[in-house]
Protein backbone atom coordinates (compact mmCIF):
# COMPACT_ATOMS: atom_id res chain seq x y z
CA UNK A 1 0.00 0.00 0.00
CA UNK A 2 2.94 2.50 1.31
CA UNK A 3 5.01 1.42 -2.03
CA UNK A 4 2.21 1.93 -4.51
CA UNK A 5 1.62 5.85 -2.59
CA UNK A 6 5.42 5.99 -2.92
CA UNK A 7 5.12 5.26 -7.05
CA UNK A 8 2.37 7.64 -7.03
CA UNK A 9 3.89 10.51 -5.49
CA UNK A 10 7.25 9.86 -7.80
CA UNK A 11 5.61 9.82 -10.63
CA UNK A 12 3.58 12.91 -9.82
CA UNK A 13 6.83 14.80 -8.39
CA UNK A 14 8.02 13.92 -11.99
CA UNK A 15 5.16 15.05 -14.22
CA UNK A 16 5.52 18.38 -11.92
CA UNK A 17 8.90 19.06 -13.34
CA UNK A 18 9.50 20.25 -17.11
CA UNK A 19 12.92 19.32 -17.94
CA UNK A 20 14.35 21.46 -20.89
CA UNK A 21 18.30 21.53 -21.71
CA UNK A 22 19.72 25.26 -21.26
CA UNK A 23 21.22 25.39 -25.08
CA UNK A 24 17.31 23.78 -26.31
CA UNK A 25 15.67 27.14 -25.01
CA UNK A 26 18.31 29.21 -27.44
CA UNK A 27 17.63 27.35 -30.64
CA UNK A 28 15.57 28.65 -33.19
CA UNK A 29 16.34 27.94 -36.88
CA UNK A 30 16.60 29.78 -39.68
CA UNK A 31 13.79 27.58 -41.99
CA UNK A 32 12.94 28.31 -45.08
CA UNK A 33 11.38 30.67 -44.48
CA UNK A 34 14.02 32.74 -43.92
CA UNK A 35 16.31 31.28 -46.56
CA UNK A 36 13.80 32.21 -49.39
CA UNK A 37 14.02 36.13 -47.92
CA UNK A 38 17.88 36.08 -47.74
CA UNK A 39 17.65 34.53 -51.46
CA UNK A 40 14.94 37.57 -52.78
CA UNK A 41 17.28 40.03 -51.04
CA UNK A 42 20.17 38.90 -52.62
CA UNK A 43 18.77 38.57 -55.80
CA UNK A 44 16.26 41.40 -55.98
CA UNK A 45 15.99 44.06 -53.34
CA UNK A 46 20.34 44.29 -52.93
CA UNK A 47 20.62 44.83 -56.73
CA UNK A 48 18.27 47.59 -56.74
CA UNK A 49 19.02 49.68 -53.69
CA UNK A 50 22.64 49.36 -54.75
CA UNK A 51 22.49 51.28 -57.77
CA UNK A 52 21.78 54.22 -55.26
CA UNK A 53 24.29 53.66 -53.01
CA UNK A 54 27.01 56.18 -53.00
CA UNK A 55 31.14 56.11 -53.16
CA UNK A 56 33.04 55.17 -49.99
CA UNK A 57 34.96 58.75 -50.22
CA UNK A 58 32.14 60.63 -50.91
CA UNK A 59 29.98 59.16 -48.19
CA UNK A 60 33.13 59.29 -45.29
CA UNK A 61 33.82 62.83 -46.46
CA UNK A 62 30.07 63.99 -45.98
CA UNK A 63 30.24 61.71 -42.51
CA UNK A 64 33.48 63.41 -41.37
CA UNK A 65 31.85 67.06 -41.30
CA UNK A 66 29.21 68.68 -38.78
CA UNK A 67 26.84 68.53 -41.54
CA UNK A 68 24.02 66.12 -40.94
CA UNK A 69 22.72 65.39 -44.31
CA UNK A 70 24.47 62.47 -45.33
CA UNK A 71 23.13 60.29 -42.16
CA UNK A 72 19.69 61.37 -43.15
CA UNK A 73 20.13 60.72 -46.62
CA UNK A 74 22.39 57.41 -46.76
CA UNK A 75 21.86 56.44 -43.16
CA UNK A 76 19.36 53.67 -42.33
CA UNK A 77 17.95 52.86 -38.86
CA UNK A 78 15.78 49.79 -37.90
CA UNK A 79 15.63 50.66 -34.04
CA UNK A 80 15.51 54.01 -31.53
CA UNK A 81 18.94 54.77 -30.59
CA UNK A 82 22.58 56.22 -32.72
CA UNK A 83 23.11 53.55 -34.53
CA UNK A 84 23.56 54.50 -38.68
CA UNK A 85 23.83 51.68 -41.27
CA UNK A 86 25.04 52.71 -44.90
CA UNK A 87 25.74 50.94 -48.11
CA UNK A 88 28.64 51.84 -50.69
CA UNK A 89 29.52 51.00 -53.96
CA UNK A 90 33.08 51.58 -55.79
CA UNK A 91 35.98 50.75 -57.43
CA UNK A 92 39.34 50.01 -55.41
CA UNK A 93 42.77 48.55 -55.37
CA UNK A 94 43.88 46.36 -52.10
CA UNK A 95 46.73 47.38 -50.32
CA UNK A 96 47.17 44.96 -47.51
CA UNK A 97 45.99 41.54 -46.48
CA UNK A 98 45.47 41.08 -42.70
CA UNK A 99 43.87 38.29 -40.76
CA UNK A 100 41.04 39.64 -40.15
CA UNK A 101 40.16 42.59 -42.92
CA UNK A 102 42.03 43.60 -46.02
CA UNK A 103 42.41 47.09 -46.90
CA UNK A 104 41.10 48.98 -50.21
CA UNK A 105 42.22 52.63 -51.27
CA UNK A 106 39.45 53.85 -53.19
CA UNK A 107 39.15 57.54 -55.44
CA UNK A 108 41.96 59.08 -56.63
CA UNK A 109 44.42 61.93 -55.59
CA UNK A 110 42.62 64.27 -52.69
CA UNK A 111 39.33 62.26 -53.23
CA UNK A 112 41.42 59.33 -52.40
CA UNK A 113 39.99 57.63 -49.04
CA UNK A 114 41.39 53.87 -47.60
CA UNK A 115 38.81 51.50 -46.04
CA UNK A 116 38.70 48.33 -44.15
CA UNK A 117 36.43 45.74 -45.91
CA UNK A 118 36.05 42.33 -42.93
CA UNK A 119 37.18 39.10 -44.38
CA UNK A 120 36.56 37.07 -40.49
CA UNK A 121 34.14 39.07 -38.87
CA UNK A 122 31.06 38.88 -40.89
CA UNK A 123 28.62 39.25 -38.31
CA UNK A 124 26.23 42.01 -37.20
CA UNK A 125 22.77 43.68 -39.01
CA UNK A 126 25.23 46.04 -41.59
CA UNK A 127 23.72 44.02 -44.07
CA UNK A 128 20.47 43.35 -43.57
CA UNK A 129 19.87 47.11 -42.40
CA UNK A 130 21.34 49.33 -44.49
CA UNK A 131 19.33 49.04 -47.43
CA UNK A 132 16.08 50.06 -45.49
CA UNK A 133 14.18 47.32 -47.20
CA UNK A 134 13.48 44.48 -44.27
CA UNK A 135 11.63 45.91 -41.18
CA UNK A 136 11.08 44.17 -37.78
CA UNK A 137 7.24 44.95 -37.96
CA UNK A 138 6.83 43.42 -41.66
CA UNK A 139 9.32 40.72 -40.62
CA UNK A 140 6.98 39.98 -37.55
CA UNK A 141 8.87 38.20 -34.97
CA UNK A 142 12.37 39.13 -33.04
CA UNK A 143 14.14 35.69 -33.53
CA UNK A 144 13.31 35.34 -37.36
CA UNK A 145 14.56 38.84 -37.55
CA UNK A 146 17.94 38.07 -36.10
CA UNK A 147 17.58 34.90 -37.96
CA UNK A 148 17.65 36.99 -41.41
CA UNK A 149 21.21 38.63 -40.35
CA UNK A 150 22.69 35.12 -39.33
CA UNK A 151 21.56 33.42 -42.98
CA UNK A 152 23.09 36.90 -44.54
CA UNK A 153 26.18 36.78 -42.84
CA UNK A 154 26.56 33.08 -43.65
CA UNK A 155 26.00 33.84 -47.20
CA UNK A 156 28.48 36.65 -47.68
CA UNK A 157 31.06 34.30 -45.51
CA UNK A 158 30.54 30.91 -47.81
CA UNK A 159 29.53 32.09 -51.33
CA UNK A 160 31.31 35.72 -51.25
CA UNK A 161 34.52 36.33 -49.06
CA UNK A 162 35.88 32.17 -48.95
CA UNK A 163 35.74 31.88 -52.88
CA UNK A 164 37.61 35.84 -52.97
CA UNK A 165 40.64 35.40 -49.88
CA UNK A 166 41.50 31.98 -52.48
CA UNK A 167 43.10 34.61 -55.02
CA UNK A 168 43.37 37.78 -53.13
CA UNK A 169 46.58 39.68 -53.44
CA UNK A 170 48.10 43.04 -52.76
CA UNK A 171 47.83 45.85 -55.77
CA UNK A 172 44.72 44.04 -57.47
CA UNK A 173 41.40 46.58 -58.67
CA UNK A 174 38.12 45.52 -56.90
CA UNK A 175 34.15 46.52 -57.81
CA UNK A 176 33.51 46.28 -53.48
CA UNK A 177 29.59 46.62 -52.45
CA UNK A 178 29.43 46.59 -48.81
CA UNK A 179 27.96 48.11 -45.59
CA UNK A 180 28.75 49.35 -42.87
CA UNK A 181 27.44 50.77 -39.40
CA UNK A 182 28.11 54.16 -37.40
CA UNK A 183 27.53 55.64 -34.13
CA UNK A 184 26.15 59.10 -34.97
CA UNK A 185 26.55 59.82 -31.04
CA UNK A 186 30.34 58.81 -31.64
CA UNK A 187 30.55 60.18 -34.89
CA UNK A 188 33.42 58.79 -37.64
CA UNK A 189 35.12 56.12 -36.79
CA UNK A 190 38.33 55.40 -38.77
CA UNK A 191 38.57 51.79 -37.97
CA UNK A 192 35.21 51.21 -39.05
CA UNK A 193 35.07 47.82 -41.17
CA UNK A 194 33.05 47.32 -44.11
CA UNK A 195 30.73 44.41 -44.46
CA UNK A 196 30.82 42.98 -47.60
CA UNK A 197 28.32 42.16 -50.02
CA UNK A 198 30.01 41.48 -53.30
CA UNK A 199 33.85 41.52 -53.92
CA UNK A 200 34.85 40.98 -57.85
CA UNK A 201 38.08 41.29 -59.00
CA UNK A 202 38.53 43.67 -62.25
CA UNK A 203 42.12 42.84 -63.77
CA UNK B 1 -49.29 69.19 -4.83
CA UNK B 2 -46.99 72.28 -4.55
CA UNK B 3 -44.51 71.09 -2.35
CA UNK B 4 -44.56 68.05 -4.34
CA UNK B 5 -43.51 69.64 -7.43
CA UNK B 6 -41.01 72.11 -5.36
CA UNK B 7 -39.36 69.25 -3.96
CA UNK B 8 -38.94 67.65 -7.64
CA UNK B 9 -37.42 70.58 -8.87
CA UNK B 10 -34.99 71.28 -6.13
CA UNK B 11 -33.91 67.50 -6.79
CA UNK B 12 -33.64 67.63 -10.36
CA UNK B 13 -31.07 70.85 -10.18
CA UNK B 14 -29.10 69.48 -7.50
CA UNK B 15 -29.07 66.14 -9.78
CA UNK B 16 -28.02 68.36 -12.64
CA UNK B 17 -25.47 70.10 -10.43
CA UNK B 18 -24.18 66.76 -9.11
CA UNK B 19 -23.70 65.36 -12.78
CA UNK B 20 -22.02 68.45 -14.01
CA UNK B 21 -19.83 68.34 -11.12
CA UNK B 22 -18.77 64.69 -11.45
CA UNK B 23 -18.32 65.32 -15.56
CA UNK B 24 -16.22 68.14 -14.84
CA UNK B 25 -14.10 66.20 -12.19
CA UNK B 26 -13.37 63.00 -14.83
CA UNK B 27 -12.28 65.44 -17.37
CA UNK B 28 -10.46 67.23 -15.14
CA UNK B 29 -8.82 63.95 -13.90
CA UNK B 30 -5.27 62.97 -14.17
CA UNK B 31 -4.87 59.55 -16.10
CA UNK B 32 -3.09 57.19 -13.78
CA UNK B 33 -0.29 54.86 -14.82
CA UNK B 34 0.67 51.97 -13.29
CA UNK B 35 4.41 50.60 -13.24
CA UNK B 36 4.84 47.06 -12.30
CA UNK B 37 8.39 46.33 -12.34
CA UNK B 38 10.00 42.43 -11.89
CA UNK B 39 12.90 43.81 -9.25
CA UNK B 40 13.46 47.21 -7.01
CA UNK B 41 16.76 45.14 -5.98
CA UNK B 42 18.60 45.75 -9.29
CA UNK B 43 19.49 49.39 -9.15
CA UNK B 44 19.05 48.86 -13.29
CA UNK B 45 15.43 48.28 -12.84
CA UNK B 46 15.16 51.25 -10.12
CA UNK B 47 16.41 53.64 -12.70
CA UNK B 48 14.16 52.08 -14.87
CA UNK B 49 10.81 52.66 -12.66
CA UNK B 50 11.99 55.61 -11.73
CA UNK B 51 12.29 57.22 -15.17
CA UNK B 52 9.22 56.16 -16.14
CA UNK B 53 7.20 57.87 -13.03
CA UNK B 54 9.20 61.00 -13.75
CA UNK B 55 8.44 60.70 -17.60
CA UNK B 56 4.58 60.23 -16.86
CA UNK B 57 4.31 62.84 -14.22
CA UNK B 58 6.29 65.27 -16.52
CA UNK B 59 3.36 64.31 -18.89
CA UNK B 60 0.88 65.36 -16.43
CA UNK B 61 -0.25 62.06 -15.39
CA UNK B 62 -0.19 60.05 -11.87
CA UNK B 63 2.58 57.22 -11.79
CA UNK B 64 3.16 54.93 -8.99
CA UNK B 65 5.43 52.18 -8.83
CA UNK B 66 4.83 48.34 -7.42
CA UNK B 67 7.93 45.93 -6.99
CA UNK B 68 6.85 42.46 -7.98
CA UNK B 69 10.32 41.20 -6.14
CA UNK B 70 10.41 38.34 -9.08
CA UNK B 71 7.27 36.91 -8.00
CA UNK B 72 5.05 36.29 -10.30
CA UNK B 73 1.97 35.51 -7.35
CA UNK B 74 2.56 39.24 -6.81
CA UNK B 75 3.07 40.47 -10.13
CA UNK B 76 -0.64 38.98 -10.23
CA UNK B 77 -1.89 41.14 -7.14
CA UNK B 78 -0.45 44.31 -8.72
CA UNK B 79 -2.34 43.43 -12.21
CA UNK B 80 -5.29 42.63 -10.06
CA UNK B 81 -5.06 45.99 -8.10
CA UNK B 82 -4.09 48.27 -11.30
CA UNK B 83 -7.31 47.22 -12.55
CA UNK B 84 -9.48 47.50 -9.50
CA UNK B 85 -8.30 51.08 -8.85
CA UNK B 86 -9.00 52.15 -11.95
CA UNK B 87 -5.89 52.93 -13.48
CA UNK B 88 -5.80 54.03 -17.24
CA UNK B 89 -2.57 52.31 -18.36
CA UNK B 90 0.41 49.70 -17.43
CA UNK B 91 3.70 50.02 -17.68
CA UNK B 92 5.51 46.35 -16.93
CA UNK B 93 9.13 44.93 -16.80
CA UNK B 94 8.13 41.27 -16.64
CA UNK B 95 9.26 39.08 -14.16
CA UNK B 96 9.02 35.97 -16.54
CA UNK B 97 8.22 35.56 -20.17
CA UNK B 98 6.08 33.16 -20.01
CA UNK B 99 4.72 33.39 -16.25
CA UNK B 100 3.93 37.15 -16.66
CA UNK B 101 1.67 36.27 -19.73
CA UNK B 102 -1.67 35.68 -17.91
CA UNK B 103 -0.83 38.47 -15.44
CA UNK B 104 -0.74 40.95 -18.62
CA UNK B 105 -3.56 38.97 -20.04
CA UNK B 106 -6.20 40.83 -17.11
CA UNK B 107 -5.53 43.81 -17.46
CA UNK B 108 -5.73 44.08 -21.27
CA UNK B 109 -9.07 42.11 -21.53
CA UNK B 110 -10.00 44.64 -18.69
CA UNK B 111 -9.50 47.41 -21.30
CA UNK B 112 -6.20 48.72 -20.07
CA UNK B 113 -3.19 48.70 -22.41
CA UNK B 114 -0.07 46.90 -21.35
CA UNK B 115 3.42 48.81 -22.48
CA UNK B 116 6.46 45.81 -21.41
CA UNK B 117 9.51 47.87 -20.99
CA UNK B 118 12.86 45.64 -21.69
CA UNK B 119 11.73 42.48 -20.98
CA UNK B 120 9.49 40.57 -23.49
CA UNK B 121 6.19 38.46 -22.85
CA UNK B 122 6.07 35.33 -25.26
CA UNK B 123 2.84 36.32 -26.76
CA UNK B 124 2.40 39.24 -28.69
CA UNK B 125 -1.48 39.44 -27.55
CA UNK B 126 -0.75 39.65 -23.84
CA UNK B 127 0.63 43.22 -25.01
CA UNK B 128 -0.66 46.42 -26.53
CA UNK B 129 3.30 46.88 -27.39
CA UNK B 130 6.89 46.02 -26.23
CA UNK B 131 9.30 47.99 -25.92
CA UNK B 132 13.27 46.14 -25.62
CA UNK B 133 17.09 46.84 -25.88
CA UNK B 134 18.23 45.09 -28.85
CA UNK B 135 20.13 42.72 -26.55
CA UNK B 136 20.61 39.74 -29.33
CA UNK B 137 22.52 42.72 -31.37
CA UNK B 138 24.44 44.02 -28.59
CA UNK B 139 25.84 40.08 -27.79
CA UNK B 140 26.72 39.34 -31.27
CA UNK B 141 28.83 43.00 -31.53
CA UNK B 142 30.17 41.79 -27.80
CA UNK B 143 31.22 38.00 -29.28
CA UNK B 144 33.14 39.63 -31.80
CA UNK B 145 35.04 41.83 -29.20
CA UNK B 146 35.79 38.62 -27.04
CA UNK B 147 36.78 36.30 -30.13
CA UNK B 148 39.17 39.05 -31.18
CA UNK B 149 40.72 39.74 -27.99
CA UNK B 150 41.31 35.76 -27.20
CA UNK B 151 42.66 35.93 -30.98
CA UNK B 152 39.98 33.02 -31.91
CA UNK B 153 41.44 30.47 -29.44
CA UNK B 154 40.89 29.84 -25.92
CA UNK B 155 38.28 27.96 -23.08
CA UNK B 156 35.82 30.21 -21.72
CA UNK B 157 33.09 29.89 -19.08
CA UNK B 158 28.90 32.03 -19.64
CA UNK B 159 27.50 32.23 -17.05
CA UNK B 160 23.31 33.13 -17.86
CA UNK B 161 20.78 34.83 -16.40
CA UNK B 162 17.10 33.64 -15.27
CA UNK B 163 16.21 30.71 -17.90
CA UNK B 164 12.76 31.91 -18.05
CA UNK B 165 13.78 35.42 -19.08
CA UNK B 166 13.73 35.80 -23.15
CA UNK B 167 16.56 38.06 -22.56
CA UNK B 168 18.94 35.48 -21.13
CA UNK B 169 18.98 33.91 -24.07
CA UNK B 170 18.56 36.83 -26.69
CA UNK B 171 22.12 37.34 -24.99
CA UNK B 172 23.39 33.83 -25.53
CA UNK B 173 22.13 33.08 -28.84
CA UNK B 174 23.62 36.47 -29.98
CA UNK B 175 26.97 35.53 -28.48
CA UNK B 176 26.61 32.08 -30.01
CA UNK B 177 26.05 33.30 -33.25
CA UNK B 178 29.40 34.38 -33.47
CA UNK B 179 31.65 32.58 -30.73
CA UNK B 180 30.49 29.46 -32.10
CA UNK B 181 31.85 29.85 -35.56
CA UNK B 182 35.32 29.60 -34.39
CA UNK B 183 36.16 26.04 -33.72
CA UNK B 184 39.05 27.06 -31.40
CA UNK B 185 36.71 28.73 -28.71
CA UNK B 186 35.79 25.75 -26.69
CA UNK B 187 33.09 27.09 -23.48
CA UNK B 188 34.22 24.64 -20.72
CA UNK B 189 31.08 25.75 -18.15
CA UNK B 190 27.75 27.60 -18.80
CA UNK B 191 25.59 27.63 -15.73
CA UNK B 192 23.14 30.52 -14.74
CA UNK B 193 23.62 32.45 -11.78
CA UNK B 194 19.89 34.49 -12.13
CA UNK B 195 21.10 37.69 -12.98
CA UNK B 196 22.63 37.76 -9.40
CA UNK B 197 25.64 39.22 -8.04
CA UNK B 198 26.83 36.17 -5.00
CA UNK B 199 25.37 33.69 -7.34
CA UNK B 200 27.85 34.62 -9.74
CA UNK B 201 30.40 34.69 -7.29
CA UNK B 202 29.73 31.65 -6.23
CA UNK B 203 29.25 29.48 -9.37
CA UNK B 204 32.19 30.84 -10.62
CA UNK B 205 34.47 30.16 -7.67
CA UNK B 206 33.22 26.07 -8.27
CA UNK B 207 33.83 26.03 -12.17
CA UNK B 208 37.48 27.37 -11.30
CA UNK B 209 38.06 24.46 -8.92
CA UNK B 210 37.01 22.22 -12.16
CA UNK B 211 38.73 24.37 -14.84
CA UNK B 212 41.38 26.62 -13.28
CA UNK B 213 42.83 27.59 -17.35
CA UNK B 214 40.15 29.16 -18.50
CA UNK B 215 40.41 32.85 -20.55
CA UNK B 216 37.35 35.11 -20.28
CA UNK B 217 34.03 34.93 -18.27
CA UNK B 218 30.99 35.81 -20.39
CA UNK B 219 28.44 37.20 -18.08
CA UNK B 220 24.36 37.67 -19.46
CA UNK B 221 24.25 41.22 -17.15
CA UNK B 222 26.88 43.36 -15.43
CA UNK B 223 25.86 42.09 -11.70
CA UNK B 224 27.02 38.84 -12.52
CA UNK B 225 30.15 39.67 -14.20
CA UNK B 226 30.97 42.28 -11.01
CA UNK B 227 30.44 38.75 -9.03
CA UNK B 228 32.33 37.17 -11.24
CA UNK B 229 35.17 39.41 -10.93
CA UNK B 230 34.66 39.46 -7.42
CA UNK B 231 35.74 35.72 -7.78
CA UNK B 232 38.60 36.42 -9.88
CA UNK B 233 40.41 38.75 -7.04
CA UNK B 234 39.61 36.38 -4.52
CA UNK B 235 41.70 33.88 -6.61
CA UNK B 236 44.26 35.83 -7.66
CA UNK B 237 42.99 35.53 -11.25
CA UNK B 238 41.39 38.77 -12.39
CA UNK B 239 44.35 39.90 -14.33
CA UNK B 240 44.68 36.97 -16.16
CA UNK B 241 40.88 36.10 -16.98
CA UNK B 242 38.96 38.38 -19.42
CA UNK B 243 35.25 39.22 -17.89
CA UNK B 244 32.53 40.58 -19.97
CA UNK B 245 29.24 42.09 -19.18
CA UNK B 246 25.81 43.29 -20.26
CA UNK B 247 23.97 46.58 -18.87
CA UNK B 248 25.90 49.64 -18.27
CA UNK B 249 25.32 49.90 -14.90
CA UNK B 250 27.09 52.08 -12.75
CA UNK B 251 30.02 49.55 -11.02
CA UNK B 252 30.41 48.35 -14.67
CA UNK B 253 31.24 51.09 -16.55
CA UNK B 254 33.69 51.85 -13.45
CA UNK B 255 35.23 48.46 -13.44
CA UNK B 256 35.59 49.17 -17.63
CA UNK B 257 37.71 52.14 -16.70
CA UNK B 258 39.25 50.87 -13.85
CA UNK B 259 40.84 48.04 -16.05
CA UNK B 260 38.71 45.20 -14.06
CA UNK B 261 35.71 44.51 -16.53
CA UNK B 262 36.88 44.01 -20.04
CA UNK B 263 33.70 45.21 -21.84
CA UNK B 264 30.16 45.66 -21.18
CA UNK B 265 27.16 46.52 -23.65
CA UNK B 266 25.47 49.73 -22.57
CA UNK B 267 21.43 49.30 -22.71
CA UNK B 268 19.23 52.52 -22.43
CA UNK B 269 16.48 52.25 -19.87
CA UNK B 270 16.13 56.27 -20.21
CA UNK B 271 15.13 55.82 -23.98
CA UNK B 272 12.75 52.01 -23.11
CA UNK B 273 11.03 53.95 -20.27
CA UNK B 274 10.25 57.39 -21.64
CA UNK B 275 9.04 55.81 -24.81
CA UNK B 276 7.08 53.47 -22.82
CA UNK B 277 5.38 56.20 -21.69
CA UNK B 278 5.31 58.37 -24.71
CA UNK B 279 3.06 55.22 -26.24
CA UNK B 280 1.07 55.69 -22.91
CA UNK B 281 0.37 59.36 -23.89
CA UNK B 282 -0.04 58.53 -27.67
CA UNK B 283 -3.34 55.41 -26.50
CA UNK B 284 -4.74 58.41 -24.30
CA UNK B 285 -4.85 60.24 -27.38
CA UNK B 286 -7.00 58.02 -29.29
CA UNK B 287 -3.84 55.40 -30.90
CA UNK B 288 -5.07 52.38 -31.17
CA UNK B 289 -2.46 50.34 -33.06
CA UNK B 290 1.37 50.05 -32.49
CA UNK B 291 4.17 48.07 -33.27
CA UNK B 292 4.60 44.76 -31.70
CA UNK B 293 7.75 44.89 -31.00
CA UNK B 294 10.39 48.24 -30.86
CA UNK B 295 13.80 47.78 -30.28
CA UNK B 296 16.17 50.17 -28.69
CA UNK B 297 19.45 49.89 -29.46
CA UNK B 298 22.76 48.69 -27.06
CA UNK B 299 26.27 50.05 -27.96
CA UNK B 300 29.39 48.00 -26.88
CA UNK B 301 31.62 49.60 -24.07
CA UNK B 302 35.15 49.18 -24.09
CA UNK B 303 38.17 50.62 -22.29
CA UNK B 304 38.87 52.94 -25.64
CA UNK B 305 35.36 54.45 -25.31
CA UNK B 306 34.32 54.28 -21.96
CA UNK B 307 35.10 58.12 -21.37
CA UNK B 308 31.97 58.83 -23.40
CA UNK B 309 29.25 56.94 -21.09
CA UNK B 310 27.63 57.13 -18.20
CA UNK B 311 25.93 54.72 -16.22
CA UNK B 312 22.70 53.49 -17.87
CA UNK B 313 23.45 55.99 -20.60
CA UNK B 314 22.07 58.50 -18.69
CA UNK B 315 21.80 61.81 -21.22
Redesign the interface.
Known sequence: MYGISALIGLVLLYLSFDIVP??E??E?NAGEEVAEMVAVYFEETLPAVMLDAPEPCSLSKMLKTEDSSGWEKYGQQ??????YYFLVSGQGRIRTVQD?FITVTFGEGDAECTFRISTV?I???EIRDASGKLQ??EV?S?PTF?SL??SINERVRTQVVAPFLKTVKVGKTIQMQGAFAL?R??GWDPDVEIKPIRLQFID | MYIIGRCLCVCLVLLLCFSCGSNESEKGKAKQIAIIVSTLNNPWFVFLAETAKEEAENRGYVARIFDSQNNTSLESNHFENAVALGYDAILLNATDSDGSVANAKKAMEAGIPVFCMDR?LNNPDAATSQI?S?S??GC??L??LF??SLKRKGKYVEL?GL?GDNNT??R???F???VD?FPEMEMVA?Q?ADFDRNKAMEVLESILQAHPDVDAVFCGNDAMAMGAQQALVAAGKDKAIRVYGFDGSEDAVRSVQAGGLDATVMQ?PQ?IAE?AVAFSDEYFKGKTEF?????????LVTPT?VD?YTSYGKE
Open positions: LDRATNAIGNRDYFGNLKGLNSENRL | EVDYSVEGGVRLVWNSKGHAVQQSFKTQQKTLVDVENR
